[in-house]
């Protein structure tokens, strides 16, 4: 099974910095990766999908890279509503594995 | 707009069994692909069964693999989890979710359904 690696694990940050979470896998995934945001007593949203690609309605300061085994999602300038706990998920041959979570909190 | 309605939680004792279901409105529900994915309190996500939009497949992570069964009744716009020999790790809240196809991704969640396994 595909293991996925989230750090850090709690990010502490301010409104307006530049926010970056890493997603590894324990194998090639190509581009199979999507980050969610979770808020408490919420269920999870989905921000990009195919690494890179924009969920409609997602506001633009979001955005993903990466491929293989290394992934990236970064906030371009935090705003109140993004602190929450973002999830990467990897897709492989009809199984799906999430990241353990990061928690981005207010610094 | 889609709807993921989960019902049929609760507090079942170990060994027990529970049917989870998950009425789905506002999309063409027998054309997508649907997940089922829990979240332990405090915990991450785990992703842990899916089905094929016609039912022909499922599959479904090892640590429910023979315990759950996922189906889904295409005329009736619902999807189920039979979740069989439950043990106090399954405590968690249960979401049905829909396929964003050709993306491996997942677009919309049910609000999900607390199953607790306690004696």
């Known amino acids: 099974d595909i293991q996925m690696t989230q750090s850090p694990s709690t990010l502490s940050a301010s409104v307006g910095d530049r926010v970056t979470i890493t997603c590894r896998a324990s194998q090639s995934i190509g581009d199979w990766l999507a980050w969610y945001q979770q808020k408490p007593g919420k269920a999870p949203k989905l921000l990009i999908y195919k690494a890179s690609s924009l969920e409609s309605g997602v506001p633009s300061r979001f955005s993903g890279s990466g491929s293989g085994t290394e992934f990236t999602l970064t906030i371009s300038s935090l705003q109140p509503d993004d602190f929450a706990t973002y999830y990467c998920?990897?897709?492989?041959?009809?199984?799906?594995?999430f990241g353990q979570g990061t928690n981005v909190e207010v610094k | 707009q889609v709807q993921l309605v989960e019902s049929g939680g609760g507090v079942v004792q170990p060994g027990g069994s529970l049917r989870l279901s998950c009425a789905a409105s506002?999309?063409?529900?027998?054309?997508?692909?649907m997940h089922w994915v829990r979240q332990a309190p405090g915990k991450g996500l785990e992703w842990l069964t899916f089905?094929?939009?016609?039912?022909?497949?499922?599959y479904y992570v090892d640590s429910v693999k023979g315990r759950f069964t996922i189906s889904r009744d295409n005329s009736k716009n619902t999807l189920y989890l039979q979740m069989n020999s439950l043990r106090a790790e399954d405590t968690a809240v249960y979401y049905c979710?829909?396929?964003?196809?050709?993306?491996?991704?997942?677009?919309?969640w049910g609000q999900g359904t607390l199953v607790t396994v306690s004696s």
């Open positions: 979710a829909k396929t964003l196809p050709a993306t491996g991704a997942i677009d919309f």
């Open positions: 089905i094929w939009s016609d039912a022909r497949n499922s």
């Open positions: 998920q990897q897709y492989n041959s009809y199984s799906w594995t």
């Open positions: 506002g999309f063409t529900f027998s054309s997508y692909g």
